[in-house]
């Protein structure tokens, strides 16, 4: 069988989909929202009745599906089924096993993968990494997520948590980073953080058009408005996104040289700024990389959008549900 069911759960809402998980093809997708703020029972009462759809609504039969995969946005023991924390959902989720409960109601197998880590699978089985045998992937955003793969395997780690590429530092003496680290990436190159960049730079009077661009409405300035300022001649909008792209960079080259990677997949929210971010981060690479054929490390945009993480959580089911045989 090589058909399985991938699910997002997103902050906002929940997605799923059947994926055939040999042609990436997703069918029946369905969304509703999450209403994170009932509390984790009701958000999975919610979600199986979402995969209960999926499957209805697909005409197959559960004996035809080989599990389900649930990409969540936390901290997880995989092997346990167990969500441990959920920083960013109403009340923490803390040590739910999740897998347990879903199975319990649906009756198919369910394995959990951090949500990145799926966006990750993904775009290696079916987009930007497509083809390659090593490849890591940035995810830039709210926060940074990532993911590695190596020798066609996707690295997992200790309860999955290999691939936090956010939180390798750039700066061991730098500012705090919300995880309680100092100098973490994620400190310096995330959505808020490019958009604290631009707002200090109002403030402090500089010549820069992100401040017209909003009114002087400071709650306004985001990575998207100050990429648009760039792309009119903003020198420090340009400033800004270099800064950020060497950042990323340098993180980068030092898990490249961990890693040995063919592709370096930039995904996110902050990467629709397109050469602003990728061309410095290119660059950085170039520039400080010497002991592996760096030229054969190529940088590129994630190319399956909001499906990647629903076919990364399905592979993932697919790959446990194999391993299992």
Known sequence: MSIAIGCDLGGTNLRAGIVDTQTGKVTHLLSTPTLAREGHGAVMDRMV???QDVINQSGIF???ISGIGIGVPGVLDPDKGMVLFLPNLYGGWNNVPLSKIIYASIGLPVYLINDVRSITLGEWKFGAGKGVSSMICFAVGTGIGGGV???NNLVMGING??????HTMVDPDGSQCGCGNHGCLEAYASGPAIAAMGIKAVKQGRTTLIGKMVAYDLNKITPQVIAEAANNGDLIAKEIYEQVGK??????VNISLATGPERIVIGGGVASAGELLLEPIRRTIQERIFVMPKERIKVVPAELGNEAGILGSAVWAQIKEDQTK
């Open 62 to 64: 559960k004996s035809e």
């Open 149 to 151: 793969v190596v020798n």
């Open 161 to 166: 948590t290999a691939g936090e590429l956010g």
């Open 247 to 252: 950042l990323i960079g340098i993180a980068a």
């Open 49 to 51: 009745g979402l995969f």
